[in-house]
């Protein structure tokens, strides 16, 4: 199958090229930063149309994984956001159309649950209250599933959603948590935890994320929503201890205060990936962090500068 991944230099893309090498795919990379291996590459920006469509066709299935995916930076600049974010997938889905491509698949969140009722466990049913949002950045990936829905209904263009769990692993850039407390801890520098630290992610490996991809591109995945987590919520303090403990180091950990709009986590089912793909995460949250440390340190000595990972 030919597969294009936008976005494909980045952390998660550059993982899911790996797995779909790997499964037999010929794969192209559009993106404006070289991928990390020997693919076609199309250097070309998630807001050139005509850029897309020639760097799409003939293609099988797009994955459409560019965005703006920090929320500090969302937060800074709000209308770069929705334009790279909301206006980029309907580029990107507009050239899946005149390219009559087979499948485009979206990459989206579970902060698109952050308005759901406390207490309950959601499902890709889940109905979702405009006003509830919290941030511009899950209001972006709403509109960009809405998109998704859009074209199938008007144009009859094939989806799949896939709503991510927190992923992490080698390559994932810098500024997230979980390199910022490898970084921190090795500096022998406290470990800084925004509240009370009792918010949590499900936070889900990136073989296991990758994998996933893989997986979507069964015929019972068409025009369906997968959530793809971790098997089990990740409070921010545990990350804080698992980073300090696989260091191994005498590592303070202190609070600051909580970020607005910051998602405070809730109860995500998985079971419709399990039903349908077959899919589940088996990489532990503690072994995780394991593997990524060690990464870490390896490319650190490698590299003058320290580890440089690929921008998502």
């Given at each position: 199958m030919r597969i294009a991944?936008?976005?494909?230099?980045?952390?998660?893309?550059?993982?899911?090229?790996?797995?779909?090498?790997?499964?037999?795919?010929?794969?192209?990379?559009?993106?404006?930063?070289?991928?990390?291996?020997?693919?076609?590459?199309?250097?070309?920006?998630?807001?050139?149309?005509?850029?897309l469509v020639q760097a799409t066709v003939g293609c099988d299935t797009v994955f459409h994984l560019a965005a703006v995916s920090n929320v500090?930076?969302?937060?800074?600049?709000p209308v770069a956001a929705v334009e790279v974010n909301v206006t980029g997938t309907a580029m990107v889905w507009e050239a899946a159309r005149r390219n009559g491509v087979g499948r485009a698949v979206l990459a989206s969140t579970v902060w698109v649950y952050g308005g759901a009722d406390d207490g309950i466990e959601v499902d890709e049913e889940h109905t979702f209250d405009a006003t509830t949002t919290g941030h511009v950045y899950t209001s972006t990936k709403l509109a960009g599933e809405m998109i998704a829905h859009n074209y199938f209904d008007l144009y009859g263009q094939p989806f799949t959603i896939l709503r991510y769990g927190i992923p992490y692993g080698p390559r994932m850039r810098a500024e997230l948590v979980i390199p910022r407390f490898v970084c921190m801890g090795l500096a022998a520098e406290p470990l800084r935890i925004n509240g009370n630290g009792s918010q949590f992610r499900k936070y889900v490996y990136i073989d296991d994320l990758a994998r996933a991809h893989v997986l979507a591109l069964s015929d019972e995945a068409e025009n369906e929503v997968f959530n793809l987590e971790g098997a089990e919520p990740i409070t921010i303090l545990r990350v804080a201890e698992a980073v300090r403990d696989t260091l191994d180091r005498d590592v303070a950990i202190e609070r600051v205060p909580a970020r607005p709009g910051d998602f405070a986590g809730r109860a995500v089912s998985g079971a419709k990936a399990e039903r349908i793909l077959g899919w589940k995460p088996t990489v532990s949250f503690e072994d995780g962090v394991r593997r990524y440390v060690e990464w870490y340190i390896a490319e650190a000595e490698t590299e003058p500068a320290g580890p440089r990972p690929a921008e998502a």
């Open positions: 991944v936008v976005g494909g230099a980045g952390f998660i893309g550059s993982h899911v090229i790996d797995h779909l090498v790997d499964a037999g795919h010929d794969v192209v990379v559009v993106d404006l930063v070289a991928p990390h291996r020997e693919v076609q590459w199309h250097e070309v920006g998630i807001l050139d149309l005509n850029g500090n930076h969302v937060e800074a600049d």
